[in-house]
Each structure stands twice: as C-alpha cells, then as structure tokens.
Nanobody, 124 residues
Framework: QLQLVESGGGLVQPGGSLRVSCVAS????????IAWFRQAPGREREAVSC????????DYADSLKGRFSVSRDNAKKTVYLDLNVLKPEDTALYYC?????????????????WGQGTQVTVSS
C-alpha cells in the first residue's frame, strides 16, 4: 500500500529555516516524480518544487527560487524540501505528492498520491 508521510513542519521566525520530509512506502522512489505543494488558508493549492526520476529539479514559483530546495534520498525513500529565508507569506500546509511517471508536472491533478501535509507557520 502506497503511503506518503510528511514531517518537519513547525513554527519559525521570519528569516529562519526548516527542513520538511516526505517518507514514501509501497513505492520505489527512483522510478517516480515527487512534488511539493502548499496551500494557505483561503488560497488555492500551488506547486512549490518537484524532483523527477532522474533527479532533475523544478521550482514552480519565482518567489521561491533560491530560497527553497528539493532533494531526494532513494535509499531512505525520503524526499526533502529545505525552506530558507522564510517569510510570513510562506505560512501554509505543505504536502508531498507522488506521480507514477518519471517527469514532473505542476498540475495537482497529475499526482494521484498525497500525504496528509505538514504545517509550516512563519511568525514572530
């Protein structure tokens, strides 16, 4: 049974950093694409970053480039999202999602498997 479990969220001050993790079970990471999405209250879910089967990385929002970084450890079946120089507008529920294809997509509908999300709150 495929399962994605996120962790690592929390409360952080503006300018701070967090690493959120997504552990996948029931699937081999090196044949799929894994993406991170986020959703803030009252806003639509948006794509953040994705890492493809080959390890290629895609950042989907200009405001996040240079601050967020996705990585993957296939042996640990874990995908990470490093969030740096956090801003209050980064406050959201962060989800990881799995696409059983080798390449990434920015569309949430392209990902049939989702975790439950981990809350990131940026506030002083």
């Amino acid at each position: 049974q495929l399962q994605l479990v996120e962790s690592g969220g929390g409360l952080v001050q503006p300018g701070g950093s967090l690493r959120v993790s997504c552990v996948a079970s029931g699937f081999t990471l090196d044949v799929v694409a894994i993406a991170w999405f986020r959703q803030a209250p009252g806003r639509e879910r948006e794509a953040v970053s994705c890492i493809s089967r080959s390890g290629g990385k895609t950042d989907y929002a200009d405001s996040l480039k240079g601050r967020f970084s996705v990585s993957r450890d296939n042996a640990k079946k874990t995908v990470y999202l490093d969030l740096n120089v956090l801003k209050p507008e980064d406050t959201a529920l962060y989800y990881c999602a799995l696409r059983p294809f080798p390449i990434c997509s920015s569309r949430s509908s392209a990902y049939p498997y989702w975790g439950q999300g981990t809350q990131v709150t940026v506030s002083s």
